[in-house]
């Protein structure tokens, strides 16, 4: 038999939250499962919603609900999910709050299974009235979903979910189109002489991520090019302090970019010094490629990047110790190639999009079957 699930997103851009719902709906079992996408207008979703219909999956946009015209909306949204008649609701949350008028709409549905993806816990937005929605909203969700066990013990720290209405379910990707050659071309523009260490981050431009962190550690590494891949608000200031510190000429912002596998293949060393993180998939990439990983010794990224194995971890916001830790990797190639392929099969072991795919299934099947037990 095969069943409807009405996968729902809030969110305007395209993210690892994004990308991790698509290797989602890009791996569920056809003759067992169904997939809708429900969206709202954003122009930020096109990769999302393009690599959604390449897929097969039926993509529906929805009216945008918000607190101040939820009397009006919340009936249309509703009605959406009524069209599909849908054993499960599945919405993808980039903060605990998010997709909470989904849920809602999913609860006065009677939505048989409803499960909800928190794919990144930001503590300083909880407050009690974050609180109070949280608990109405939670009543209505059979399973809460968390991409790392940072994620769940928050969850349960904070809003007093029991154990048995969280999953840890960790993030994954294809290990297949990483790890190939460098592409010799790509690293000879990038930093003018293919044997200059090449430095590469994958990161939205914001706060979250400590970029302003990588800025002063590339001041401290002269020997290097750094290229940092993707966009965002903080982009203008990051280029201001590249400038400032002198580093326009070796410091690279490419912007959004198609070919993240060719650059990972092609770079030295992947750097992420974020501040706060669910499970970032850029470490994942970079240890699918079987590149070392020198990173923020935070919640989430120390699940993925295990510290002298996989990569070299250093407190978060310290310019010093990420410089240190990138110049051990760049200066000792041995140890490189140890962590990388340490890294790789870590990857092929614990976080192919497969296994994330099966679990989340048996999730799925779990909350069904206790249903019709009732």
């Not at 569920?28 to 996408?37: F, G």
């Not at 607190?67 to 499960?88: E, F, K, Q, T």
């Not at 790789?344 to 296994?355: D, H, I, K, L, T």
């Given at each position: ?7 729902f ?9 994004e990308q991790?719902?698509?290797?989602l709906?890009e791996g569920?079992?056809?003759?067992r ?14 990769r ?9 999956v ?20 509703v ?9 499960v ?11 909470k008028?989904?849920?809602?709409a999913a609860?006065?549905r ?6 909800g993806t ?39 720290t904070?809003f007093g979910l029991s154990?048995g209405?969280l ?6 990707i294809?290990?297949?189109p990483f ?6 071309r790509l ?5 003018g002489d ?5 430095v590469l981050?994958l ?7 400590g970029l302003?962190?990588l800025?002063?550690?590339?001041q401290?590494?002269?020997e ?18 590249a ?13 959004h970019?198609?070919d993240?596998?060719?650059l990972?293949d092609?770079?030295d ?21 079987g590149?070392p ?37 760049l200066?000792d ?8 392929a ?8 614990e976080?192919?999009a497969?296994?994330?795919v ?16 009732r």
């Amino acid at each position: 038999m095969t069943r409807t699930v009405v996968h729902f997103v809030d969110t305007d851009t395209f993210g690892g939250s994004e990308q991790s719902l698509l290797h989602l709906l890009e791996g569920l079992d056809r003759a067992r499962w169904r997939p809708v996408l429900l969206h709202h207008p954003a122009t930020g979703l096109a990769r999302l919603l393009e690599g959604a219909a390449a897929a097969g999956v039926t993509v529906r946009e929805v009216p945008r609900v918000r607190d101040g015209n939820v009397v009006c909306r919340l009936p249309g949204l509703v009605h959406a999910l009524a069209a599909d008649r849908p054993a499960v609701f599945h919405a993808h949350l980039n903060w605990p709050l998010a997709c909470k008028f989904g849920l809602v709409a999913a609860r006065i549905r009677r939505v048989p299974a409803v499960i909800g993806t928190v794919q990144l816990f930001v503590a300083a937005l909880v407050n009690r009235s974050v609180r109070f929605q949280q608990r109405i909203v939670s009543a209505g969700v059979h399973r809460y979903v968390a991409v790392s066990e940072e994620v769940a013990r928050r969850m349960a720290t904070c809003f007093g979910l029991s154990p048995g209405k969280l999953r840890v379910i960790y993030n994954g990707i294809d290990p297949g189109p990483f790890g190939g050659p460098p592409d010799v071309r790509l690293r000879a523009a990038l930093t003018g002489d293919p044997h200059r260490p090449l430095v590469l981050t994958l990161a939205r431009l914001a706060p979250q991520k400590g970029l302003d962190t990588l800025v002063a550690a590339a001041q401290l590494l002269p020997e290097a090019v750094f290229a940092v891949a993707g966009d965002g608000p903080e982009r203008g200031a990051l280029e201001a302090q590249a400038a400032t510190l002198g580093l326009a000429d070796r410091m690279r912002f490419l912007g959004h970019r198609q070919d993240v596998p060719a650059l990972l293949d092609s770079c030295d060393v992947l750097v992420l010094p974020s501040l706060f993180e669910g499970l970032p998939l850029a470490v994942l990439e970079a240890m699918a490629a079987g590149k070392p990983v020198v990173a923020s010794r935070i919640g989430g990224t120390d699940e993925a990047v295990l510290d002298g194995v996989t990569g070299l971890l250093v407190p978060p916001s310290d310019a010093r110790a990420l410089a240190r830790a990138v110049r051990e990797v760049l200066s000792d190639p041995p140890l490189a190639r140890r962590l990388g392929a340490a890294g790789r099969a870590r990857v092929q072991a614990e976080f192919s999009a497969r296994r994330m795919v099966s679990a989340v299934e048996a999730t799925y099947d779990e909350v069904l079957a206790a249903r019709e037990r009732r």
